[in-house]
């Protein structure tokens, strides 16, 4: 199993107040990427990152921001949490197979996050 | 719009039977597929993937066919096992550095003892 720890596994928040996700990776792996799974949707791209302070958006990410200060690292701020921020959240990372193709992404265990 | 469809949210299977699962896209960028597998309270893992340079991947009970024309992927698990009871994830991209991967909605498949 690749090396990615989420912290924490369960959260209850309250509507307003700041979140952030923790995903640590032991594989140094270039690239990083926050989903979250909700049903009737599978799962979304919020956050990516390509390298230490090299991110970008994905499909959802209003009402969310990242950082990457490490490689190990990547963080996920819900700045101000509302209740359709409601969700399983998953890290994954990938590398590079070749010289051009990217491989597999593996994925963390994933962050339950309610907000009340 | 969803790039990538999974039509059935959910599928029933006896024991030792083949189970077939669907996935559709729109995107003809896409290039490179990918079926992932999830346990509840679990983190997909990867299964089997393939690209579009081949029609079929075989890894053991699990084959993957595509057929490009269509713009349609299917993986069949045979025989099935209650330890595949699972939602299974289509997700395809292009294969090309750093793209993203664009997910279905999943599958939820249930085996039958």
């Known amino acids: 199993d690749a090396g990615i720890t989420q912290s924490p596994r369960h959260k209850v928040t309250e509507t307003g107040t700041p979140v952030t996700l923790r995903c640590h990776q032991t594989e140094n792996h270039r690239y990083m990427y926050w989903y979250r799974q909700d049903p009737g949707h599978g799962l979304r791209l919020i956050h990516y990152s390509y390298g230490v302070k090299d991110t970008d958006k994905g499909e959802v990410s209003d009402g969310y921001s990242v950082s990457r200060s490490k490689t190990e690292d990547f963080l996920l701020t819900l700045e101000s949490a509302t209740s359709s921020q409601t969700s399983v959240y998953f890290c994954?990372?990938?590398?590079?197979?070749?010289?051009?193709?990217?491989?597999?992404?593996?994925f963390g265990q994933g962050t339950r996050l309610t907000v009340v | 719009d969803q790039q990538v469809k999974q039509n059935s949210p959910s599928l029933s299977v006896q024991e030792g039977r083949i189970s077939i699962l669907n996935c559709d896209y729109t995107n003809s960028m896409f290039d490179y597929f990918l079926w992932y597998k999830k346990y509840p309270a679990e983190g997909p893992t990867f299964l089997i993937s393939i690209s579009s340079i081949k029609d079929k991947n075989e890894d053991g009970r699990f084959t993957v066919f595509l057929n490009k024309s269509a713009k349609h992927l299917s993986l069949h698990i045979v025989p099935s096992q209650p330890g595949d009871s699972a939602v299974y994830f289509c997700a395809a991209k292009r294969d090309f550095g750093n793209e993203k991967l664009t997910f279905g909605t999943g599958t939820r498949l249930t085996i039958i003892p």
């Open positions: 994954a990372i990938s590398d590079i197979k070749d010289s051009i193709k990217s491989a597999e992404a593996f």
